[in-house]
């Protein structure tokens, strides 16, 4: 069965532009989770999707980052006027519902270089 | 609020050696524990878990056992292999249903 899937894995960006970043997580995961990875570093939370339903996004650095997930299925996340401190992997994971494990499954990621 | 700490890498062990990772988190609830593992060029990937107090989580030699007393989740393996080479995040589940992650252990292993 296919896992979460990203894409692109690689995004060069100039600094200024505007950037959209697709996950397609595993069928039937009714939690989808951004993460942010830098050089280094663990990834750390942007925010969470519970179908369409928003629930969750203290994480997100600032207001030019925005995520939308219409149908309940893909998700995409929107970098606008990219910065350089937004250099970093971008993670998408996927859960069960019902899973109180909180167990995620992870994408490859996105690696975004802002030049 | 919730936090992961990690022992600080890097880490570099001859084949065959013992190896732990410590890892300490907030005691806030009664969190599911993990331990993940990115190899060169992939994702992370779940190496094992444990979700209360005393569990212990094990896959590919690895292991690693809940301490509620102490608030620790050291990952263990016996005897290490150059294949095992990656970097290792500790993770705790919380109410808020992200996951929080340690900084991470780059773990290398020499034949």
């Known amino acids: 069965g296919a896992g979460v899937s990203q894409s692109p894995r690689y995004k060069v960006a100039k600094r200024g532009q505007d950037v959209a970043l697709r996950c397609d997580p595993i069928?039937?995961?009714?939690?989808l989770f951004w993460y942010q990875q830098a050089l280094g570093q663990g990834p750390e939370f942007l925010t969470y999707?519970?179908?369409?339903?928003?629930?969750?996004k203290s994480g997100l650095p600032s207001d030019r980052f925005f995520a939308e997930r219409p149908e309940g299925s893909v998700s995409t996340l929107k970098i606008q006027r990219t910065q350089q401190e937004d250099s970093a992997v971008y993670l998408c994971?996927?859960?069960?519902?019902?899973?109180?494990?909180?167990?995620?499954?992870f994408g490859p990621g996105t690696r975004l270089t802002v030049t | 609020g919730d936090s992961v700490t990690q022992m600080e890498g890097p880490v570099t062990l001859s084949e065959e050696a013992f190896l732990t990772i410590n890892c300490t988190y907030t005691a806030t609830g009664y969190p599911s524990l993990f331990w993940y593992v990115q190899y060169p060029g992939e994702g992370l990937q779940l190496l094992l878990k444990?979700?209360?107090?005393?569990d212990k989580g094990s896959n590919k030699g690895f292991e690693a056992t809940y301490r509620k007393e102490t608030t620790s989740f050291h990952l263990e393996k016996g005897s290490v292999q150059v294949s095992d080479s990656a970097v290792y995040f500790c993770?705790?589940?919380?109410?808020?249903?992200?996951?929080?992650f340690g900084s991470g252990t780059q773990l290398t292993v020499l034949p």
């Open positions: 069928s039937g995961h009714v939690s």
């Open positions: 999707f519970q179908n369409e339903a928003q629930l969750d």
């Open positions: 993770a705790r589940g919380g109410s808020a249903r992200q996951l929080t």
């Open positions: 444990a979700t209360k107090a005393d």
């Open positions: 994971a996927s859960s069960f519902e019902r899973d109180l494990t909180y167990e995620q499954y």
